[in-house]
């Protein structure tokens, strides 16, 4: 099983990146996609989540209308395109796939906002 983000990097605030989750070894199309992040000294939290077949997602209030995810399931990858980004965006991102008891994770990939 494997989650491979990228994507990420530095970018000034008010700009915009498109982070990628690559997924293999798995039935893609039967999990539950999210992405979170992690600023340094914080918690993980949700940044915004999709169900299997992407109909249904919801996204933290932080981001809500600056952040879209949307998952290919054909290509077995997640996306999260984030605009208007802020430096308070800036944190390491880490996919997530769950489905039952099963719970994968990436190894994250870091976007910094700042001038």
């Known amino acids: 099983v494997q989650l491979v983000e990228s994507g990420g990097g530095l970018v000034q605030p008010g700009g915009s990146l498109r982070l990628s989750c690559a997924a293999s070894?798995?039935?893609?199309?039967?999990?539950?996609m999210s992405w979170y992040r992690q600023a340094p000294g914080k918690e993980r939290e949700l940044v915004a989540a999709?169900?299997?077949?992407?109909?249904?997602?919801n996204y933290a209030d932080s981001v809500k209308g600056r952040f879209t995810i949307s998952r290919d399931n054909a290509k077995k990858t997640f996306y999260l395109q984030m605009n208007s980004l802020k430096p308070e965006d800036t944190a390491v991102y880490f996919c997530n796939a769950r489905y039952l008891w099963y719970n994968y994770w990436g190894q994250g990939t870091q976007v910094t906002v700042s001038s």
């Open positions: 070894g798995f039935t893609f199309s039967s999990y539950g």
């Open positions: 999709s169900t299997s077949a992407g109909g249904s997602t």
